[in-house]
T-cell receptor, first 114, second 114 residues
Framework: DTEVTQTPKHLVMGMTNKKSLKCEQHMGHRAMYWYKQKAKKPPELMFVYSYEKLSINESVPSRFSPECPNSSLLNLHLHALQPEDSALYLC?????????????FGPGTRLTVT | AQRVTQPEKLLSVFKGAPVELKCNYSYSGSPELFWYVQYSRQRLQLLLRHISRESIKGFTADLNKGETSFHLKKPFAQEEDSAMYYC????????????????FGKGTHLIIQP
């Protein structure tokens, strides 16, 4: 299996809801990432996990809460989001977190906050 | 701070013509540079990276540290090259080892006309 999968593909949630995005890879990669991509903009890094430990949080609001339960799974828990949080959320993984390793991207979850 | 600049939002060329997508970067250390491509309705995928010095789908890119550039070139464009192209940089921003995620340029939408 050489793909990063993300579920759900689409998610619509209200501002008071709690939901989670899921990302999975079975390539044995030890680094995983969350990016946010607004329409017609490039992806922006949110979080980096290396060996299941959070190594980078790019000053993301606490209403986004990442979790890495094991080396294959990465979750993003969402609570009390704002309409401006509507975006495509991309997960990626790489063999290690060193800079020269390729990052493999998932197809993304398109989130709409109403 | 690290930054990637892609000056052209949109580039339209005829099939068979040469293509050059510009990318300039700003980074105080030794960065790793990448080109990612996103075809219509497909996920973001790596096209090439400077460390490999390879040609993928006829594309090449040379890192010019003096000019802090990593332009993407192809001598003869093909219609299937139409896509969104992102230049990306990855460097060691944080102490404690390990690299951070990718910093993307704003992207260039390449359209190859028949």
């Amino acid at each position: 299996d050489t793909e990063v999968t993300q579920t759900p593909k689409h998610l619509v949630m209200g501002m008071t809801n709690k939901k989670s995005l899921k990302c999975e890879q079975h390539m044995g990669h030890r680094a995983m990432y969350w990016y946010k991509q607004k329409a017609k903009k490039p992806p922006e890094l949110m979080f980096v996990y290396s060996y299941e430990k959070l190594s980078i949080n790019e000053s993301v609001p606490s209403r986004f809460s990442p979790e890495c339960p094991n080396s294959s799974l990465l979750n993003l828990h969402l609570h009390a989001l704002q309409p401006e949080d509507s975006a495509l959320y991309l997960c990626a993984s790489s063999q290690e977190s060193a800079s020269f390793y390729e990052q493999y991207f998932g197809p993304g979850t398109r989130l709409t906050v109403t | 701070a690290q930054r990637v600049t892609q000056p052209e939002k949109l580039l339209s060329v005829f099939k068979g013509a040469p293509v050059e997508l510009k990318c300039n970067y700003s980074y105080s250390g030794s960065p790793e540079l990448f080109w990612y491509v996103q075809y219509s309705r497909q996920r973001l995928q790596l096209l090439l990276r400077h460390i490999s010095r390879e040609s993928i789908k006829g594309f090449t890119a040379d890192l010019n540290k003096g000019e802090t550039s990593f332009h993407l070139k192809k001598p003869f464009a093909q219609e299937e090259d139409s896509a969104m192209y992102y230049c990306a940089l990855r460097g060691f921003m944080y102490s404690g080892g390990g690299a951070d995620g990718l910093t993307f340029g704003k992207g260039t939408h390449l359209i190859i006309q028949p």
